[in-house]
C-alpha cells in the first residue's frame, strides 16, 4: 500500500534534518526558511523484531519489512491559506499525502532563527492548524455551493456529501479541524473525494535538543501549555531529538549507543516516530515466511482474509478458497509449521476472518 505522512511545520523546526534521519537520503536543511522548495520522499523500514525472529526461525534467505512514504514539505508560515511564503503550492503538497506529521520545535538556541523570534510551540501549533482550516473554509464553501442544484433536486448523493459538508464546514467555522465533526459512514465516504487537509491524522513531532534549553525542563509554562493542548484534544505525538538522529545515521549499529549514551538521547526516536506514523495511517502487518523469504504485508486495520490476500497477488482475492493462519510468536514456540497443526495452533479460516496484526499466513486459491 503506497500511503505517505508528510512532514510539515513552520521553518526552522527541524523538518529536513528529521526526514534526512528517517531516510538517510540528503535533502537541503538550511537555516532559513523555504530551504525546501519542493518535497522530497523517501521510503523507510517500518522496524518490526517480528520480521527478525520469524526470518531466523524459517532460515530464510531474505527479509522484507513492511514501508511507509515519508514527504519532506517546506515550511508554511502564516498566511499560507492566502498565498504567503508560496502557501499555495505548499498546501497542494499536503493535500496529497495521507496523515501528517507535524514538527514542532521545543527547544530555545538563539543561533537557529525562528520565523517569530521566539519558540513558544502552542502559538506555533495553532499557527499550522488555523492555516489548514482556513485552507479547506475556502474549499468546503466552495462544494457548499455547487451542491446547490442537486440538493434542491433531492439527488440522494448530493443530499448525503452536503450534510456531510456542511459538518465539515460547522467544525472549521469554530476553529476545529473538519475531522473532529461525528460522520456517518456513508458521510464519510461522500467527503473523501475533497482531501480535506484536516481529515487527515495528525501526529505531533516534538523536537528536542540534546544538551540544549529544552522547554519541558524551562518551568515557564510553554510545556505546561503544549501538555494541556495535547491532552484535551486527544492528539498524537512523539519526541525525537531530530539532530542527533540525522547524525545516526551514518554511524555503524555498534556505534550508535555510546553515540546515544554520550547525548543523553537513549530512546530511538525515529523508530518511534516510524511505528508511531504507520499506525497513525491505520496500517497493520501480517507475515509470511519461508526459506526463500520472510515478509511484512501492509494492510489496513480491520482487513479479512481475502483482502489481505490481495496485498500479495489478486488472485488471492479473487480466487480465495481460505486460509491458514497462526499467530506469528505461537508458530515459534510450536518450533515448526508440523508441531504447529499437531497442536492445532494452525487454523484454517474463511472470507469472513479478520486478520490480525502479528498473523502469518498461507492462502490457498482457487
Known amino acids: 500500500m503506497a500511503l505517505s505522512i508528510g512532514i510539515v511545520g513552520l521553518p526552522n523546526v527541524g523538518k529536513s534534518t528529521l526526514f534526512n534521519a528517517l531516510t538517510k537520503k540528503s535533502v537541503l536543511a538550511a537555516n532559513y526558511p523555504f530551504a525546501t522548495i519542493d518535497p522530497s520522499v523517501g521510503v523507510v523500514s517500518v522496524p518490526d523484531e517480528r520480521v527478525d525472529k520469524l526470518a531466523a526461525f524459517s532460515n530464510s534467505a531474505k527479509k522484507v519489512p513492511a514501508a511507509v512514504e515519508f514527504v519532506d514539505i517546506a515550511g508554511l508560515v502564516k498566511g ?44 506555533d501549533i495553532e499557527t499550522i492548524n488555523l492555516e489548514l482550516i482556513l485552507a479547506d473554509i475556502e ?21 448525503i456529501e452536503h450534510a456531510a459538508v456542511k459538518k465539515a464546514n460547522d467544525a472549521l467555522q469554530a476553529s476545529a479541524m473538519a475531522r473532529t465533526a461525528a460522520y456517518t459512514d456513508e458521510e464519510l465516504f461522500a467527503i473523501k473525494g475533497l482531501h480535506l487537509l484536516t481529515m487527515k491524522p495528525m501526529l505531533y513531532v516534538l523536537n ?104 500479495i ?12 493462519v497462526i ?31 502479528g498473523d502469518v499466513v498461507e492462502f490457498l486459491h482457487g
Open 208 to 311: 528536542r535538543e540534546a544538551g540544549g534549553h529544552n522547554i519541558d525542563e524551562a518551568a515557564d509554562g510553554r510545556w505546561d501549555r503544549l501538555q494541556e493542548f495535547i491532552e484535551s484534544s486527544k492528539a498524537s505525538y512523539v519526541t525525537v531529538d531530530a539532530n542527533v538522529e540525522s547524525e545516526l545515521r551514518e554511524l555503524h549499529a555498534d556505534d550508535k549507543q555510546s553515540f546515544r549514551q554520550e547525548y543523553g538521547v537513549f530512546d530511538d526516536g525515529v523508530s518511534g516516530l516510524i511505528s508511531a506514523g504507520y499506525k497513525l495511517l491505520g496500517l497493520m502487518s501480517f507475515f509470511t515466511t519461508g526459506a526463500d523469504e520472510t515478509r511484512a504485508w501492509t494492510v489496513p486495520v480491520g482487513a479479512t482474509a481475502p483482502e489481505a490476500g490481495a496485498a
Open 80 to 123: 499560507a491559506s492566502e498565498g504567503e511564503g508560496l502557501g499555495n503550492t505548499f498546501l497542494s503538497h499536503i493535500r496529497e499525502v495521507d496523515a501528517i506529521a507535524h514538527v514542532v520545535r521545543i527547544f530555545d538556541n538563539t543561533n537557529i532563527l525562528h520565523v517569530d523570534g521566539e519558540v513558544n510551540p502552542l502559538r
Open 327 to 357: 499467530f506469528w510468536n505461537t508458530l515459534i514456540e510450536a518450533g515448526s509449521y508440523a508441531k504447529a497443526r499437531e497442536l492445532g495452533a494452525l487454523k484454517t479460516e474463511g472470507k469472513e476472518y479478520i486478520v490480525k496484526d
Open 313 to 324: 497477488h489478486t488472485d488471492f482475492f479473487n480466487k480465495f478458497i481460505r486460509a491458514e
Open 139 to 159: 474549499t468546503v464553501g466552495k462544494r457548499l455551493d455547487s451542491l446547490g442544484r442537486d440538493v434542491k433536486q433531492g439527488k440522494k448523493e448530493a443530499l
